[in-house]
């Protein structure tokens, strides 16, 4: 991918995908619709099924369908239901997976209030036998709370639910989650409430919409193009980067940055004292090798390294009730105690005032989290004031990038979540 391509194919790439959200948002849209004529096939189906006794009948003109329905109360729940068929081909049955909505137009007809409940009803040709024209099919159910008259309602399909009537009828162990993969027929069926019935459902229209490639799976195909894109990208830039005047110049670049980050001027580089003179520990320019190795390896061949950053809670409060003295002794203490138990590897430094740092060369992120742990429980555990647990707050964070800020911004945001959090943790970037 030469620069110039690059320069060209990144803003593509954006307008591409800008391009495609927008269209899954506004546009990409299908539908699948049912036309109601005088031809259209429709049956009743009541609670005789269940040996019920109420009466419903269908009334088919050209522009609707209407269910009348007569309850009348028996051993069984009553209700009166209208099914309709949803095969999209021959001998194939509607599959809705693709769908997010079902809208449907109806009036309803009654003085009191119910419920209208919608079923779409997966054909299941492994379900276990049972009676009826329906028997091998799945339920699955949402329920509308209708106003008088004519309304156009719309349903949500990943909102539809299997009910507990239906799990109840199968054996113990199916699958009792919602399928719509295979719907073979639209229910419409009266409500909930079990008085006396003798009511209208008329059934106007109805179809199914959504989008051809739904957000998820769209977001999903973008980002692994995008992903896609930035490995070979990163893979060019490494071939790169083995080139010896490339190599020079960035260790050079990077030893600059360095210098910079610490507040070193080059010319007085030498002659700073390189070391704290209260805990005796490096200071900031005592580091400045260290890191600088530590790019240089990376830059070369990704070599793992990990920091530490931790400070004491509440440091001035100990100052303030015991004097500085003792806060002098508690910042000693503390780094004779981890100077002790961190590996020689290890470079471990004051960074100032009661902040602390430790890098740790060839160290994955797990492994210097594991090291800050002991630390953090160490000091927690350690008697350094009399009757007055001291505690320290850790941020860790793994090399990434030849960016020394980076590095250190991410572990300082890590320490700042973990006294956010509560102070005596350790957060991780």
């Known amino acids: 991918m030469k620069y110039c391509r690059q320069e060209i194919y990144y803003p593509l790439l954006v307008v591409f995908t800008i391009s495609l959200m927008l269209w899954q948002q506004f546009g990409m849209n299908m539908s699948l619709n049912y036309p109601i004529d005088q031809h259209f096939n429709a049956t009743a189906l009541n609670d005789d099924i269940n040996g019920g006794a109420s009466v419903g009948t269908l009334k088919v003109n050209d522009a609707n369908v209407t269910l009348h329905c007569k309850t009348v109360n028996t051993h069984t729940f009553p209700f009166c239901s209208m099914l309709i068929p949803l095969k999209a081909k021959l001998k194939q049955y509607a599959d809705l997976s693709k769908f997010d909505t079902l809208t449907i137009d109806l009036t309803t007809v009654d003085l009191r209030r119910d419920?209208?409940?919608?079923?779409?009803?997966?054909?299941?040709?492994?379900?276990p036998n049972g009676n009826g024209r329906i028997s091998h099919t799945r339920a699955n159910i949402q329920a509308i709370n209708p106003t008088i008259g004519r309304a156009q309602y719309q349903l949500a399909l990943n909102q539809f639910y299997v009910p507990s009537w239906w799990v109840f009828a199968k054996p113990y162990g199916i699958d009792t989650?919602?399928?719509l993969d295979n719907v073979e027929y639209l229910q419409i069926a009266t409500g909930d409430n079990r008085s006396l019935k003798d009511l209208e459902i008329?059934?106007?229209a109805f179809s199914f919409s959504g989008k051809w490639i739904n957000a998820r799976d769209l977001y999903f195909l973008?980002?692994?193009?995008?992903?896609?894109?930035?490995?070979?990208?990163?893979?060019?830039?490494t071939g790169k980067m083995r080139n010896k005047y490339i190599i020079s110049k960035n260790q050079t670049e990077e030893l600059n940055k360095i210098n910079s980050f610490l507040s070193i001027e080059r010319d007085k580089y030498k002659t700073m004292a390189k070391h704290d003179p209260l805990t005796k520990l490096l200071n900031?320019?005592?580091?400045s090798s260290t890191l600088s190795t530590l790019m240089s390896e990376f830059s070369h061949s990704s070599k793992a390294a990990s920091l530490i950053m931790f400070d004491i809670d509440h440091f001035k409060q100990i100052n303030d009730q015991h004097g500085h003295d003792v806060g002098d002794q508690v910042l000693v203490s503390i780094s004779q105690q981890v100077a002790e138990v961190i590996r020689d590897q290890d470079v471990f430094a004051r960074w100032g005032g009661e902040e602390f740092v430790i890098v740790c060369p060839n160290t994955q992120l797990k492994g210097a989290c594991v090291?800050?742990?002991?630390?953090?429980?160490?000091?927690?555990?350690?008697?350094?004031?009399?009757?007055?647990?001291?505690?320290?707050s850790f941020g860790v964070a793994q090399l990434n990038s030849a960016n020394i800020d980076t590095w250190f911004k991410r572990a300082d945001e890590a320490l700042y979540k973990a006294k956010m959090n509560g102070r005596n943790k350790i957060e991780f970037s």
């Open 202 to 204: 008329t059934l106007h």
């Open 371 to 392: 090291l800050a742990e002991n630390i953090r429980s160490l000091i927690a555990n350690s008697p350094l004031i009399e009757q007055q647990q001291v505690t320290s």
């Open 177 to 179: 989650g919602a399928r």
């Open 115 to 127: 419920t209208v409940l919608i079923y779409l009803l997966n054909n299941e040709q492994d379900l």
């Open 222 to 237: 973008l980002l692994s193009l995008w992903i896609a894109s930035i490995v070979v990208h990163a893979i060019f830039l």
């Open 284 to 287: 900031r320019a005592g580091l």
